[in-house]
């Protein structure tokens, strides 16, 4: 038998730090138990088909399985197990020098790994081993970004590294771990002057750290500093040339379509490009619960594991079960429906479950904003219509099935022409615009430009 591994979750969602309850994970199944005073308060559940005001005092319980290990909603604060996954290299040196040999693969290094780097992360939850660990945790992220003010992570590495290099330990580390470069870095100097590193999901290596907007240059203070904004700040990846480029355009055309996307700034310094995008996820340094679809789909069926599990029509009636539990923003669904027409015609294909996430608890939730757009089509083994399965096969062609689709979400056909016209309008420029991003590889510009055209005229042709 499987030895129980206990965690306890922790949120400042009430604005300051507070025990919610503890988690248990024994053999095939996974359980949380609130606390009676967290359950007293009424606050957000941690998730939102787990809140309290659902389960009360009952224990929360969910079946583990290989590909979902733990709670739906914790798999993101689990590093992901990819080669530029800046957290699991983190942890995994710590692990390695704690146990002095390589850490097996499998699920008890993959439960060190959460309880290392689940907490600080997107959202409003914190996991620790227990509530010392807690408590310490706390103290020490309000003292780093304190000390965040009014010094760049440059300059507070440089005062405090012994090293006579120019180059900062951060800049070392993303080299070493974005570029590949054989540097060495001392990871526990990054820490002292970012502060801890909390798990973030996706594929692409990045850091939670804060910006002043408007700086040309890049200097990263810890999450949560004073006077600084909170940003996701993704580092380009040298086989992905120019991504971050296009994801910025693709973030400025849904702006420019009148979709609400949080602002952005490009830095390049030293051959490594970034991309800051402002967090959504908080509100006046108070974290709001965010959890994604992927998450609530799983939560609430138990034989749903992958995103291949359901269909782009299966999608609108998820919507509509949501909202009989919880209170959920009107027109949702059709907010969906457009983003996938977006998706369509920027050329992503990458629009899964977990680029898709509401915001907010059980009495007030709504879609994020849009992260995440890049046109990953440009790159042959991400050329997927759509990462969600569709199946087109009672169609025409895939623009057809794209315009019924729009049925699924409850729309009339005077609606869905209406959003079809309206995307089509908001993307007019796009292929030019493209054209124009010079970094962007020629190959992947030509390809991405070719499959947003035959997808615009499988559109067009359908809807005359
Ligand atoms: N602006 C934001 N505010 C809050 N959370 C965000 C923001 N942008 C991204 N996230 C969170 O961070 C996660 C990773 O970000 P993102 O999806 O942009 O990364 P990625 O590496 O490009 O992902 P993928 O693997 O889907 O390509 C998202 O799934 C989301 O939970
Ligand atoms: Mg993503």
Redesign the pocket.
Known sequence: MARNRHAVIWTQCGGTPEKMGDLVLSGEMISFTYTKEYLAAGRHGFCLLGDGAIWGSDTVTYPVSERIPVFPRLL?LIP?NNLHNLQRRHYLDILRARLGREPPPGPETEWQLLVMGGHGG??HIDLFADDIAAEAWYRSASRSSRNGQGQTATESLSTQSQSTQSRSQLWRMLKRHVLNENLDFDPQVIEAALGPTPS???????LLVSVTPGDLQPNFYPPGTPDKTD??L?VEPPEYTGLLDL?ALCLDMHREAGFEV?A?HHYQADGLYFLA??????AEGVPIP?E?MFSVIATGDHHFRETGDILLDELGAVFDRLAEVVRLAEETGEQVYRRLLMALLTGNG?L?L??M?LLGGLNDCRL??V??P?P?RAWPRHNLVSAIPFDPSGYKDHGAFFIALGRSFGLSKDRIRQHIDDTLAATESYTERVMQLKRVPLLQRRQLVTIVETERQLLEKQRR
């Open positions: 993101t992901g997107i959202g973030v999901g996706g594929m692409i290596p990045k940003v996701v993704k994801e949080p952005c995008v402002e967090r959504f996820d908080r965010m994604s990458d899964h977990d680029n996430a994020t904003p992260y995440d890049a990953m």
